[in-house]
């Protein structure tokens, strides 16, 4: 039995707000574009949109030197000279070159799928309006074989973005528009106890103050994320260090312990350094 409203699943803390977003989209018919900060489970959430919903799911992450025909076909004209060479049969059959993308694969399915289309930004400007029709009419046509590709059922298209460019207002018109503000305290905690069920109180409290510290210093490059969270969390854990490690006093003093798993730049660590220098100066 197929669930029809995405309410969340056992390893993955959707919001309300979240949930709500995903739900008009299906409601509607029309791709959710996700944006947020890198780590806050964007493309985590397909998976559980079709793990939540019993959907088959199919993946396009995006390159910057992907097509958009390439989510459709691609026609292998090399592979076809080659078997033509080689006296291959099936040379006479066009329809044994054509590679399917993932549109045509999602189309296809038995039941509605989720399609995922990862960090659309990536691509060439024209891209998204590539796929305006397509999307639109849920059909595409392959001129090699003269047929039409009508989709079986409207996929549950979940569209990623990190803003690295501005997507077309025309492509914008066509999607449900959900942005995933960076978690508050309690759905972190409930973020944490969701892969590190038993955690010790002591240890979360002062993690978390630590982190959140830490994403507030002015002039950060680039503010620890979610995903960077649970990493650190993994490192304290098998480390064993203790919450007085952590603890607020420390913190002005020296860098986190285990800081290359939320520090990703040379930039941000001589940044910190710095501030704990004037601490300590302040401090004498």
């Known amino acids: 039995m197929t669930n029809h409203r995405f309410t969340g699943t056992d390893r993955y803390v959707a919001t309300e707000d979240l949930m709500t977003a995903v739900n008009a989209a299906v409601t509607l018919g029309r791709p959710i574009l996700i944006k947020g900060e890198p780590g806050t489970g964007k493309t985590q959430l397909a998976e559980e949109i079709a793990r939540g919903l019993s959907r088959p799911l199919l993946e396009w992450h ?3 030197t992907t097509k958009a025909q390439q989510g459709l076909y691609e026609y292998d004209a090399v592979a076809r000279l080659r078997d033509s060479q080689l006296g291959d049969e099936r040379v006479h059959d066009i329809a044994n070159y ?8 999602a189309f296809e399915q038995a039941v509605q799928p989720v399609l995922l289309i990862d960090e659309i930004d990536k691509a060439d400007i024209e891209f998204p309006n590539d796929l305006l029709r397509e999307l639109d009419r849920m059909e595409f046509y392959v001129y090699e074989t003269q047929q039409t590709v009508v989709a079986r059922h409207r996929p549950i298209i979940v569209i990623t973005s990190n803003n690295e460019k501005e997507l077309p207002d025309a492509f914008l018109r066509r999607c ?13 905690r409930d ?34 994320s979610t995903s960077e969270l649970l990493d650190w969390l993994k490192l304290l854990l098998a480390e064993d260090v203790s919450p007085e490690v952590l ?17 990703k730049n040379e930039q941000d660590v001589h940044l910190f350094e710095r501030l704990i220098f004037l601490n300590q100066r302040e401090g004498r």
Do not use: C
């Open 62 to 64: 995006i390159k910057s």
């Open 98 to 105: 054509i590679v399917r993308g993932p549109l045509w694969e």
């Open 176 to 188: 449900f528009f959900h942005y995933i503000r960076f978690p508050d305290n309690d759905t972190m």
């Open 191 to 224: 973020i944490v106890d969701v892969h590190y069920p038993g955690l010790k109180k002591q240890l979360l409290e002062e993690a978390l103050k630590a982190f959140y510290d830490l994403r507030e210093v002015p002039g950060l490059k680039k503010k620890p």
């Open 247 to 263: 603890s607020s006093s420390d913190r002005r003093k020296t860098l986190p312990p285990l800081h290359g798993a939320l520090l």
